[in-house]
Structure formats: structure tokens, C-alpha cells
């Protein structure tokens, strides 16, 4: 194992600290706690905090995207590991202005189960708390860690439309219903050509050959649906959009938007091969296509691999998509 650190113990606490020490306008940190919050939490309007969080190794996601139009609070948990329900309760607290607080909640039982419990200690404080599952990854329907499916990078677009509904001052019951409705019009699929190695593990979760690629992995290295001969960019946008295709039933004229989401360690050269192959079959399809974005949103530590996420623009999707944020990452 070949990594930038001290101690695999302490890297989820050094790495805190080199994000909040590198973007103070964007970001400070809960004192004693794991919680990334936007740096001017202080002067915030009474508006609906927003939260989410899980095992680090997904970086940028979540402590990325904190900040203004966005995440109120990030919780980081161990890697690869879901926050623990007292931290997370503490990022609840420090995010409610009065008008309550929004769980942004990807489809992991540890998540889900941690993130519920803190909601319920909120709520007997007086908080109003609401939640969301996000379940966009249409690779496998359960897997290790969950039940049905796994929340991946489509989570990310969630932060952005909700954190831009927030913004605007809408209300708790607004925003938990608007995202009722948008989470399922958002859906990933992706593969991977590596897997990844967690510090305190020291070795791979998983190993492919150095000609095989395996579609559908999780972002914890979770097993996907098929191991194959590595194929061309082409190919692999072949078979990632004839899943999609099949889950969305595509027609024509029907407006969506693109993420393509590097894993780790797939450089933006072939990421962007990758969206030129997408992007020239989606057109075949008839489909109008009205926002691109391209990039290491949600990673898996050091993975080669990439996501494909569609999301079918109803709605005001695309006007809250396109709102400018204050963030690190987006």
C-alpha cells in the first residue's frame, strides 16, 4: 500500500484539517466533532439547514459541497464508515436557524439507521427534521450494507437542487416534498477498473486482472453485476445507457441533464472521452440534453472507474442546477 499520510488511524482527522485550514471563507469544523459547516453559519438567514454526511473516502463528497446554495453541514464519518448518530446530531443543531433541518441520506443501513437516530434526538430538542433517501444507483438491487438500492453520485445533484430551494427560503414541508418527486428522476450507473484500499486495511477490497473491468461496483467496493474483458469508451457508454434507457424508458424530445463522476483515480482525459461517447449516443436517442457536468464528485478512495448519472429535467430542476453556489467543489 502507497499513500500520502502518517497514521492511517488519524487521516480522517488530518485530512478535516487540511480542508478547513485550505478554505476558511467556505468551511469551519465543529470543535470536538467531525462536522464541516459553512464558515458563515453565524450569519445565516432563517432558512432550512440542510445535512448530510457518511464515510469519508468520497471526497469531495460531502464536506465539498458546504456552503452557501448548498449543504448547511457535512458529517465525516471513519472511511468507509457511516458518522456515528451523535455527531451527526451535533451538525443538527448547529444548522437549524429555527425553520428546521433537511437529512440528505444515501441508501446505506448504517446511514440510514444513524442518521434516524440523530433525527429522533433532534426532534425531542424541539427541531423539526426531515429526511430523504437517495437510492439512485440502479446497478444491483441490494447489496453489501443495504437495502434495495445504494445511494451513489446522484446525491450530489440532490445537494445542489435542494440547496438551492433552501436558499430561497422554502419551507421544511416544501423542500421534503420537492424532493420526494425529484429522487426518483435521478439515477447512476458505473464501473470500475481497480479497486480501492482503505488506510487501515492496507490491501484492495477488491482485485480485477489487468484486463477486466467489473460494471456496477458500489463506492465501498460492493460486488456489481457482470466482470468482463475491458471494452472501449464507446462500449462502455453502450452498456450504461441501455440501463438507464431501461429504467427512465426514454423518449423523445424528453429533456435530461449529465454527471459523469470520476472514482478516484480516472484522469479527466478519459472522463471526458467518456461523456463525447455519451453524449453522441444520447443525441441518437433523440433526447434533448440541457446540463453537463464533469468531474470527481464522488470518489471511492483511489478507485479507477467512472458513473453515469441522468437525471430527467421536470420541474425547476435545471434552474436550481444552474444557480451559483459558494462551495469547494461544485
Known sequence: MKKIMNQP?????????????????????????????????????QTVGLVSGGGSGHEPS??????????????????FTSPTPDQIFEAIK?????????????????????????????????????????????????????????????????????GGLAAEGASLEEISDFAKQLVPQIKTIGLALTGATVPEVGKPGFVLADDEIEYGVGIHGEPGYRKEKIKTSYEFGQELIGRLSKEFQFKQ??????????????????????????????DETGLKIAFTKVGNYMTSL???????TLIKLENRYLELLNKSVHTIAW
Open 9 to 45: 488511524s488519524a487521516i480522517v482527522d488530518e485530512m478535516i484539517q487540511g480542508l478547513t485550514k485550505s478554505y476558511p471563507d467556505y468551511v469551519s469544523r465543529l470543535e470536538n466533532t467531525n462536522v464541516i459547516v459553512r464558515s458563515d453559519l453565524k450569519n445565516m438567514s
Open 62 to 79: 460531502h464536506a465539498g459541497f458546504v456552503g452557501e446554495g448548498m449543504l448547511t453541514a457535512a458529517v465525516c464519518g471513519e472511511v
Open 94 to 162: 448547529a444548522s437549524d436557524t429555527g425553520k428546521g433541518v433537511f437529512l440528505i441520506i444515501k441508501n446505506y443501513s448504517g446511514d440510514v439507521m444513524n442518521f434516524d437516530m440523530a433525527k429522533d434526538m433532534a426532534e425531542m430538542e424541539g427541531i423539526k427534521v426531515d429526511s430523504i433517501i437517495v437510492d439512485d444507483d440502479i446497478a444491483v438491487e441490494d447489496s453489501t450494507y443495504t437495502q434495495g438500492r445504494r445511494g451513489v453520485a446522484g446525491t450530489v445533484l440532490v445537494h445542489k437542487i435542494l
Open 253 to 282: 424530445g424528453d429533456t435530461y441533464g449529465v454527471l459523469v463522476n470520476g472514482l478516484g483515480a480516472t484522469p479527466l482525459m478519459e472522463q471526458f472521452v467518456f461523456i463525447n461517447d455519451v453524449l453522441n449516443q444520447l
Open 302 to 308: 483511489e478507485m479507477a472507474g467512472i458513473s453515469l
